[in-house]
């Protein structure tokens, strides 16, 4: 390579670090933050923007400078999200018997346990009723909540993220927002409003 060639990469190399630090990075917090309210799980919401950021870098080329870098993040992390989400949906879960069953031979293990252990789980974590009326939102609605009312996104920012026409983010939104208010219902009375 000339020392032409290798100034033209250097530059090309220097400007893509550029827009990375000053374009993708300020996004970082928010795009945990999506991934975690999508995945609900740290590790998994942590892989995810390690992935959407990896991508990004990669094809940073594709980014058009001067539009809402954002977005072009957000939509990497939710394209990321639904080929992992099909993925899994594919493979049987994964269970080592031998374990589990060493567990409840062992003279350790009380008796009075439930099978059911997601319970006692989850048990510590209600109380944050917001959250888990998202949360119990079919995936396509809690996103657009997620992307219009707590990332503060446009409808056509929005519908580039999510790939659908205006008119679907606008319904689903509706939608969102009415099972959001169903779920919400009592809690609300609770809290004194009507």
Not at 71 to 88: E, G, H, Q, T, V
Request: glycine content about 4%; overall charge neutral.
């Amino acid at each position: 390579m000339s020392n032409e060639g290798k100034d033209i990469h250097k530059s090309t190399k220097n400007e893509k670090n550029r827009i990375f630090e000053e374009e993708f990075l300020p996004h970082i917090n928010a795009m945990y933050n999506f991934g975690y309210r999508l995945t609900f799980d740290e590790d998994d919401a942590k892989d995810l923007v390690q992935d959407t950021y990896l991508k990004a870098y990669r094809f940073t080329d594709s980014f058009q400078k001067g539009t809402n870098a954002k977005a072009w993040l957000f939509r990497i992390l939710k394209n990321s999200f639904i080929n992992d989400f099909r993925k899994k949906s594919k493979q049987p879960g994964k269970v080592d018997y031998q374990e589990v069953e060493s567990y409840y031979n062992s003279d350790d293990v009380d008796k009075s346990i439930t099978t059911d252990l997601r319970v006692e789980t989850v048990q510590d974590m209600i109380g944050d009723e917001i959250s888990n009326a998202l949360n119990s939102l079919d995936v396509d609605f809690r996103t657009v909540i997620i992307l219009c009312d707590l990332e503060g996104f446009k409808y056509d920012e929005m519908a580039k993220i999510l790939d659908i026409p205006i008119g679907t983010v606008r319904s689903r939104l509706h939608r969102a927002r009415n099972l959001l208010k169903k779920n919400l219902r009592d809690y609300a009375k609770k809290m004194g409003y009507k």
